[in-house]
């Protein structure tokens, strides 16, 4: 399955059959370097959140999975960002992070399980990924340090409600990447840095079908 630049996909992540978060992107290209999406500024989105309205980081994971779940709509009021998945599907995906004035500030690698992608005829198209929490900061200078390792921990040590199955598998794939980072090879080369998005790209919508059961 390949997508078409300028075409709207879903970027959905998902939690054991359930919906994590939403956001419609961009397809910038899909091409043997991987598939390069773009997350407009007040991109509408959905969100998980706790049974009672509030977001899973604002309270200990053990509360989170006593409370039940619902869907939050609203809108990534971030500034924009480009988000690739490389070929081969890896456990990972790298993301462009920018400022309010656009300017490249670094990159994110987010370590999940590899993207499935998934078309419904006449409706929606997208990928699913699972988000496995522990990620990596990476300066424009590729000095790089590990994220979130504190929040991967505690809720590895809640397997009956995690949906990491092997913490280990997750941070070697980490380590993996980060000889790409020191290295200086792509996509950590300065490609895309300066990217900007097509101005007739207006912001994308929620089709029918964005809420279609999880592939995984």
């Not at 792509?186 to 998005?197: A, L, R």
């Amino acid at each position: 399955m390949v997508f078409t630049p300028g075409q709207v996909i879903m970027h959905r992540n998902t939690r054991r059959g359930r919906i994590g978060w939403v956001r419609p992107a961009r397809v910038v290209s899909d091409d043997e370097r991987g598939l390069l999406l773009w997350i407009a500024r007040h991109t509408p989105v959905v969100n998980e959140v706790s049974g009672d309205g509030r977001g899973m980081r604002t309270m200990p994971f053990a509360e989170f999975v006593t409370l039940g779940t619902s869907l939050k709509h609203g809108t990534w009021d971030g500034p924009g960002v480009l988000k690739l998945h490389r070929p081969g599907d890896p456990a990972h995906s790298v993301w462009w992070f920018r400022n309010d004035a656009d300017q490249f500030t670094g990159w994110y690698v987010n370590l999940e399980r590899p993207a499935i992608r998934w078309s419904d005829p006449g409706g929606a198209s997208g990928v699913d990924v699972t988000d496995e929490d522990l990620d990596i900061i990476v300066a424009p200078d590729r000095s790089w340090q590990w994220k979130d390792e504190e929040e991967f921990a505690e809720r590895v040590a809640i397997p009956e409600h995690y949906w990491v199955d092997d913490e280990v598998a997750v941070r070697e794939e980490g380590l993996r990447v980060v000889k790409e980072i020191e290295a200086g090879a792509f996509p950590f080369d300065g490609t895309w840095t300066d990217f900007m998005p097509p101005a007739e790209w207006e912001l994308p919508d929620l089709p029918p079908g964005w809420d279609r059961p999880a592939l995984r």
